[in-house]
């Protein structure tokens, strides 16, 4: 059983959800340390310690782009509040900012930063617990 596979419970300063993640996050190749979700619930960030992150497409579960490279293990993640941005730290104590429009528009998906129906809550960073 993959890792990614399990329950999962997350949370920021505000709230605790739980969830299942349905479609596996099979493209990294080992732990997925943190999630970040975009306002919207329509884009999603993890962060593994394979040394990637990944952008994900909520509407399809598939992935957005290449994956994000870094040097050393990745920690955390986190969406900046209009989601043009990225950020990312790793093991080593750099951190990163990634133009996530950019990527977006690349891949012809910039309508996944559409906040008309979203909630108002601002993108934080979530770690992760696995429940097995």
Not at 49 to 60: F, K, Q
């Amino acid at each position: 059983m993959h890792r990614q596979s399990a329950s999962y419970l997350y949370s920021d300063d505000k709230r605790q959800r739980h969830f299942r993640i349905e479609h596996p996050l099979k493209n990294h190749t080992s732990t997925v340390r943190a999630l970040a979700l975009f306002q919207n619930d329509r884009l999603l960030a993890s962060a593994s310690i394979d040394e990637t992150a990944r952008l994900w497409n909520l509407d399809t579960n598939l992935p957005v782009g290449t994956p994000l490279q870094h040097q050393e293990r990745v920690l955390h993640t986190a969406f900046s509040a209009d989601g043009r941005f990225l950020t990312t730290t790793c093991y080593d104590g750099n951190a990163y900012v990634w133009d996530v429009h950019t990527i977006l528009e690349e891949a012809g998906l910039e309508d996944l930063l559409s906040v008309s129906n979203a909630s108002s809550h601002i993108a934080s960073i979530f770690r992760l617990y696995a429940f097995y």
